[in-house]
């Protein structure tokens, strides 16, 4: 099995109008795939302005018409798509969701946003999805032809009891879509995603939205491809834009022969197990 594969992060601003958003993902997921990309990845909540009181507005249930937009463009071109993340509805409740079509436009995974975003910097930044959101429960890895890949959605990223559930269930690379933002991301964002890579030796992924100084809430931008050894292999700035990575995931077994952290695990003394396995 040829572990090699391109892969295509799409960094772009998001409208307040869904129909727009949507839009122009498809159009950048058909150039990315034309352009000959195997894998492409959307960005955090890329449907629906990054703000709490509108994700129930733009929920939309699973299979809903996002959803199907998606899985045909994923056939149409015969791409992985790791779409970003949208609100999702069920029942009463909402979730920051990202679905993973195959090449056959089908869903090969889903992730409901694990760990909800909470922060209160004094006179800075506030954010709390929990007044609108539910957490999820599940660990997500998906199978590729080229690999295991482990998907959780932005502040997951900053949990590395969960990069190491994904690593253990095999991932060989961690996407994220996400958006930090103007305070949480010069400090952490590349420190983050080179920490996990570190930690699991594996790529990581981020993909957030391009910065938008007339949005409420300013994502950082600076889209990552890190690969296993923990180097930045692909940045972008602040604007829209694409990151196109040549991947190789032997690498990850390459370089886990070099330096085996795994075989120094002390198993006998601490343990990281799921307790709750489903949504
Ligand atoms: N948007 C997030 O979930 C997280 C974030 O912005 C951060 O951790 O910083």
Known sequence: MSQKFKLAVIQ??????????????????????????????????????????????????????????????????????????????????????????????????????????????????????????????SVTVVDTEFGKIGVAICFDVRFPELARLMAQQGAEMLIYPAAFNMTTGPAHWELLFRSRAIDQQVFTVGCAPARDYESNYISYGNSIIVNPWGEVIGRLNDEEGYLFGEIDLSEVSQIRAQLPLNQSIRDDVYELKTILKED
């Open 12 to 137: 772009m601003k998001i409208s307040e109008s869904k129909v727009d958003s949507v839009h122009k993902a498809i159009e950048n997921v058909a150039y990315m795939a034309d352009k000959g990309a195997n894998m492409v990845v959307l960005p955090e909540m890329f449907n629906c302005p990054y703000e709490t009181y509108r994700f129930p507005a733009y929920a939309e249930a699973e299979g809903g018409d996002t959803y199907q937009r998606l899985s045909k463009i994923a056939k149409e071109k015969k791409v992985y798509l790791v779409a970003g993340s949208v609100p999702e509805v069920e029942a009463d409740r909402i979730y920051n969701t990202t679905y993973i079509f195959g090449p056959s436009g089908d869903l090969i995974g889903k992730h409901r946003k694990m760990h909800l975003f909470e922060i209160d910097i004094v006179n800075g930044q506030y954010f709390r999805e929990a007044e609108t959101l539910t957490a999820g429960k």
